[in-house]
């Protein structure tokens, strides 16, 4: 990403809060795991998003109009000791000839110089309520405004959740964020067809876990998006399942949800298949119908439609092809007005997708669905995950399938990023025997 497109997003998110507003963002913090082990540090998307810095123990401030510079940064300082254990830092230079800053401190500053770029503001836009420590933070700054207010100061009266603001710009991806999502979904897309080819009875599912992360990291995506769900036979029903500790079995399919993060974008990619290569005539019949729900889905996945549309698709294919099945009957308004295809298909259709795998982005504006335009990126994932009750035959009992693509919405229609993998059984089956 370069420094101009960082600089078109600050200018964009000051012209959105307007002259009177002031936006502050924290970076991530580091987190341990245990004793002197930290989780891998991944930075806050929103700091990211609009700084392009990677460090913790930072802070963001982007003051439209501000005399000194409208982009403001606080930092660790070089500290040759610290970096001989940890790696470099930018320090308070680097972030000013590296990124861009127009001003930057030390982060022990950050309670002495605050105050002075919230005086004269009227608006502070920040992640109200995602750390009370940092609610605290702001007002403090705030009321240290306020106790100078008969030297002239003035305190700002409003204070607006940053997300309402900054969430809306990163719904609509620009020309370079579609590119990075294309490659990231390439790069799992090839990933999801080795482990077709891969795949044999008796692998464990945490196999094809870690030839997952391989193919990633070797082409470039070191992190993944979200924990990889590799599940076999009935583990694909269970929505969530991250265990990937059982062996794969002769005759079952196994659900592989998984999806790389590449320069800070995911994707998410599910593919169902057989363990041995070959569906089995229920398997088929069953896979068939939640690929005919998706393609459904995806035919509505173009400006103009709203966003439920691909999900309303979604559900009236698996709804008709649960009748056609026997598992439901009656019709087919009052069976999805009444959501009786729940106890199969439970979850929604898809998401947004962008820097976060359920991205940021509202899914309604004043109540009402919005509308599909181009640049944004939605996942299209219906599933079926058949429990043993007696409504459901014998042949279709622990069957677990989801097909999940990452859609681009484009002028005309859309892209589907993740294409590379098939998913049309005779496909599937053509690349396994391969
Ligand atoms: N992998 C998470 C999801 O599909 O939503
Ligand atoms: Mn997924
Ligand atoms: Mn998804």
């Not at 497109?5 to 200018?11: C, G, P, V």
């Not at 549309?309 to 099945?325: D, I, N, Q, S, W």
């Amino acid at each position: 990403m370069t420094r101009a497109e960082y600089k078109r997003r600050r200018r964009a998110l000051g012209k959105a809060i307007g002259d009177g507003g002031i936006a502050v963002l924290p970076a991530a913090r580091e987190r341990i795991r245990n004793r002197d082990v930290h989780y891998p540090f991944r930075q806050d998307s929103d700091f990211s998003y609009l700084t392009g810095f990677m460090e913790p123990d930072a802070f963001a401030v982007v003051a439209p109009k501000r005399e000194e510079g409208e982009f403001v940064l606080f930092c660790r300082p070089r500290d040759d000791e610290r970096e001989q254990w940890d790696g470099s830092r930018l320090g308070v230079e680097g972030v000013t000839t590296e990124l861009g800053a127009d001003q930057a401190f030390p982060l022990s500053e950050l309670d002495e110089v605050m105050p002075s770029l919230i005086e004269g503001r009227k608006r502070v836009y920040f992640p109200i309520g995602s750390d009370p420590a940092l609610d605290a933070c702001v007002m403090g700054w705030v009321n240290q405004v306020r106790a100078k207010v008969r030297t002239g100061a003035a305190a700002p009266d409003t204070f607006i959740a940053l997300d309402s603001v900054l969430h809306e710009q990163r719904l609509h991806k620009s020309k370079a964020e579609a590119d990075i999502m294309r490659r990231a979904a390439q790069i799992s897309a090839d990933a999801h067809c080795r482990l077709m080819q891969l795949c044999r009875p008796g692998m464990r599912e945490s196999d094809l876990e870690a030839e997952f992360q391989h193919a990633c990291a070797t082409q470039g995506a070191r992190d993944l998006a979200y924990p990889s769900i590799v599940g076999g036979g009935r583990n694909a029903c269970v929505l969530h399942y991250i265990e990937n500790a059982d062996r794969l079995a002769e005759g079952n399919l196994v659900l592989i949800d998984a999806g790389c993060e590449l320069d800070g974008y995911a994707s998410d990619i599910t593919r169902t298949f057989p363990v041995n290569g070959r569906f089995t005539a229920p398997q088929r019949t069953l896979y068939e119908l939640v690929l005919k729900a998706q393609l459904a889905a995806i035919k509505k996945a173009r400006p103009g439609m709203h966003w439920n549309e691909p999900h309303e698709a979604a559900v009236r294919t698996l709804t008709k092809g649960l009748v056609g099945l026997g598992i439901l009957k009656g019709k087919i308004g009052k069976l999805i007005e009444e959501e009786a295809y729940k106890p199969y298909y439970m979850h929604r259709t898809g998401h947004w997708l962008g820097m976060d795998v359920h991205d940021v982005g509202a899914y309604k504006r004043e109540q009402q669905w919005r509308v599909l335009a181009p640049g944004m990126v939605l996942t299209v994932e219906p599933g079926l995950y058949m429990p043993s009750t007696d409504e459901v035959p014998e042949a279709y009992r622990g069957i677990g399938i989801r097909i999940e693509d990452d859609v681009l919405i484009t002028k005309d229609g859309h892209e589907i990023l993740s294409a590379a993998v098939p998913k049309h059984p005779d496909a599937i089956e053509a690349l396994m025997a391969a």
